[in-house]
């Protein structure tokens, strides 16, 4: 069955850094995401990424956050300059029209 | 705006004993509703999933859900609960059309004692 990869599994980071989450989707997939978890605390969306182009994006995505779509194949989050509350496992998502698959996440540890 | 409510938070059950977990929505419409079970540190796993059609889906592991429109509700059973089930498990909807995303509920942490 395809499955969404996610690079790395675990990433530490000093407080201040960027770091690039990286995922590939589901070839034939239409919608991309991004979700993140807080240790204990439930899944949130981040970003909705369709037709090359951000279609939706909460609160929590703020101007240090993006996403990019750089080759048709991976889709990336970067976070330009972490702070400790972005330690998190970060979920990325891809679906055909209905119908998600997950990735097995990112932990971000930002220390 | 959509919202899902997970009222137990944590749950304990004997091995062998049957589960309920309960989840209630908030959705103008029919919802596509959907479980998820998260071992620790692990990723997100697709249960099952409700499109339409038949109320009762089943899943994956021995593991059904049914649909009550008039409660709002997607509770998940199982008839006989195993000691591999013990994991935190996510009811989520998904609203129709575009790019709609999923929102989650806070999860009910599910312990089985032997």
């Known amino acids: 069955e395809p499955e969404v990869t996610q690079t790395p599994s675990h990433q530490v980071t000093q407080m201040g850094q960027e770091v690039i989450l990286r995922c590939v989707p589901i070839s034939n997939h239409l919608y991309f995401y991004w979700y993140r978890q807080i240790l204990g605390q439930k899944v949130e969306f981040l970003v909705s990424?369709?037709?090359?182009?951000?279609?939706?994006k909460s609160e929590i995505f703020d101007d240090q956050f993006s996403v990019e779509r750089p080759d048709g194949s991976n889709f990336t989050l970067k976070i330009r300059s972490t702070k400790l509350e972005d330690s998190a496992m970060y979920f990325c998502?891809?679906?055909?029209?209905?119908?998600?698959?997950f990735g097995s996440g990112t932990r971000l540890t930002v220390v | 705006a959509q919202s899902v409510t997970q009222p137990d938070i944590h749950i304990t059950v004997s091995e062998g004993a049957s589960l309920e977990l309960r989840c209630n929505y908030s959705y103008g419409a029919t919802p596509y509703l959907f479980w998820y079970v998260q071992s620790p540190g692990q990723g997100l796993q697709l249960l099952l999933k409700y499109f339409s059609g038949d109320t009762l889906v089943q899943g994956i592991k021995g593991f059904e859900a049914e649909f009550k429109r008039s409660q709002s509700s997607f509770n998940l059973r199982k008839p006989s609960v195993h000691w591999s089930d013990a994991a935190e498990y996510f009811c989520?909807?998904?609203?129709?059309?575009?790019?709609?995303?999923?929102?989650f509920g806070k999860g009910t942490k599910l312990t089985v004692n032997p």
């Open positions: 989520a909807v998904e609203g129709q059309g575009g790019s709609e995303k999923l929102v």
């Open positions: 998502a891809s679906r055909p029209r209905v119908g998600y698959t």
């Open positions: 990424f369709y037709n090359n182009e951000i279609s939706e």
